[in-house]
T-cell receptor, first 114, second 113 residues
Framework: AQSVTQLDSQVPVFEEAPVELRCNYS??????LFWYVQYPNQGLQLLLK??????LVKGINGFEAEFNKSQTSFHLRKPSVHISDTAEYFC????????????FGAGTRLAVHP | KAGVTQTPRYLIKTRGQQVTLSCSPI?????VSWYQQTPGQGLQFLFE???????NKGNFPGRFSGRQFSNSRSEMNVSTLELGDSALYLC????????????FGSGTQLSVL
């Protein structure tokens, strides 16, 4: 079975500072990894995904993530955050044969302060 | 191109009633998935429909059901509502079943009193 652990429930950070949101996964098969963002009263928006190939994945809004198979991690990073990045971030895993069934982590609330 | 449309946006029901939620996927998308989001359990997969057939199902009781029509629109139904069914129900569509990119709607907020 697959599972996802987001190590921080809340991350406060000042505007223009760098941020890392941590995600670890567990799976007995090869996985696909995703980061989604949810703004208040909205659905989820895909930030980036890792399916195969290069382990450094770049996404929208200046975010990037690195797939580390040995550490079973997929941490999300941004070198300089903005107030508008305040939102809930979800790490998710899927696998071949899982199709569109995503297993989500509990989420990390990123709060960017001026 | 219109996004994923979910109706209604808010819904209030009482215990024991049943409810039907609707989802219109992005034009051309053939796969529709449903997720339940609650503060306690987070985001949980309910089921996926593709070509009018349920292809995948999460660990929910039989009170939760769904269907997909020939135009890919989908509905989910919850019968005999319980207080614990209060949640944000999210629908997601994708072109196919290749799990490369899901597009989510804004959800239907269901409150069971």
């Amino acid at each position: 079975a697959q599972s996802v652990t987001q190590l921080d429930s809340q991350v406060p950070v000042f505007e223009e500072a760098p941020v890392e949101l941590r995600c670890n996964y567990s799976s007995s098969v090869s996985v696909y990894l995703f980061w989604y963002v949810q703004y208040p009263n909205q659905g989820l928006q895909l930030l980036l995904k890792y399916l195969s190939g290069s382990t450094l994945v770049k996404g929208i809004n200046g975010f990037e993530a690195e797939f580390n198979k040995s550490q079973t991690s997929f941490h999300l990073r941004k070198p300089s955050v903005h107030i508008s990045d305040t939102a809930e971030y979800f790490c998710a895993v899927s696998w071949a044969g899982g199709y569109n069934k995503l297993i989500f982590g509990a989420g990390t609330r990123l709060a960017v302060h001026p | 191109k219109a996004g994923v449309t979910q109706t209604p946006r808010y819904l209030i029901k009482t215990r024991g009633q049943q409810v039907t939620l609707s989802c219109s996927p992005i034009s051309g998308h053939r796969s529709v998935s449903w997720y339940q989001q609650t503060p306690g359990q987070g985001l949980q997969f309910l089921f996926e429909y593709f070509s009018e057939t349920q292809r995948n199902k999460g660990n929910f009781p039989g009170r939760f059901s769904g269907r997909q029509f020939s135009n890919s629109r989908s509905e989910m139904n919850v019968s005999t509502l319980e207080l614990g069914d209060s949640a944000l129900y999210l629908c997601a569509s994708s072109l196919d079943r290749a799990n490369e990119k899901l597009f989510f709607g804004s959800g239907t907020q269901l409150s069971v009193l």
